[in-house]
């Protein structure tokens, strides 16, 4: 029986705090991949004592640096985990009954299990919760260029699969994480919405639509403050991303010109 070989790909950047306990989940892989964007802490050092092997990437957005780092990889498998998420031994047995498999498919999505406030999150559009696929043929998928929130294109004729056990994903390590990553992500988004004309009451409207289908839509009214925290993070993020490209667009108008007194 055939076992083929798997590279994981961790993409990083100032996360000491967390790569540690990310790279001990993968310890049983071929090959571990740190792709980092020059973080100012010790995030590097921490991946090559651990035994991985780091890859120096500028910043151009999560689709290019994810690019990049699958072409780090040396072998044919790869698994994508980010440095808020843990490979369980589950999802790791499931990972080698797959590559031993005579016929697998091209590209795998693997739920996401989420624990914030002190507990597993159920409802909120977070469980199951996927990104793209996290375990694929190197020659079968890349990602789009998007800045944030990349796509994937997979190989004509590439078949999908799922996995049955989950992920474990923490997303925030504390509030203050969480406001500046939806604080980053609505900086990162709103180029792309600039394209297009926006306005305050677009803005404003997208927010509460945001909020509404995380809290009622998705049940996060279920999962209690945390729900409630979550739709409300939704709609900050969506909020500002459109005030932001609103900034973008008036240019000099928003500023302060001393002249003008």
């Known amino acids: 029986m055939k076992i083929n070989k798997v590279s994981v790909f961790i993409i990083a950047f ?10 001990k989940s993968v310890e049983w892989a071929d090959e571990v991949i740190v792709a980092d964007s020059w973080s100012t802490d010790r995030t590097a050092e ?16 999560f689709g290019d640096l994810r690019n990049n780092a699958v072409k780090a990889c040396s072998h044919g498998w790869i698994l994508s985990i980010d440095t808020d998420e843990l490979c369980t031994d589950m999802v790791a047995q499931e990972v080698r009954s797959i590559l031993a498999e005579e016929a697998p498919a091209d590209a795998y999505f693997v739920p996401r299990l989420n624990y914030f406030m002190g507990s597993w999150v159920r ?10 696929p996290q375990l694929f043929k190197k020659s079968m998928m890349s990602y789009d260029l998007k800045v944030v929130h990349e796509g994937y294109i997979l190989q004509p004729g590439g078949r999908v699969g799922y996995f049955r056990n989950a992920i474990w994903q923490i997303p925030f390590e504390s509030i203050s994480e969480m406001l500046s990553k939806a604080n980053r992500y609505s900086t990162l988004g709103a180029e792309r919405v600039s394209k297009n004309k926006v ?15 995380h809290y009622i839509f998705k049940r996060g ?19 500002y991303r459109y005030v932001k490209a609103l900034e973008i667009q008036k240019g000099d108008a928003w500023k302060y010109h001393p002249e003008k007194d």
């Open 199 to 213: 306005s305050m009451w677009q803005a404003l409207l997208h927010g509460v639509w945001s909020f509404v289908k």
């Open 123 to 132: 409802h909120s559009g977070w469980s199951p919760n996927y990104r793209q």
């Open 46 to 61: 921490i991946a090559t004592a651990s035994g991985a092997r780091v890859v120096q990437v500028k910043f151009n957005g």
């Open 14 to 23: 100032n996360s000491e705090s967390k790569i540690n306990r990310v790279l």
């Open 221 to 239: 009214f279920l999962d209690g403050w945390a729900g409630f925290l979550i739709a409300l993070g939704n709609f900050d993020g969506t909020f």
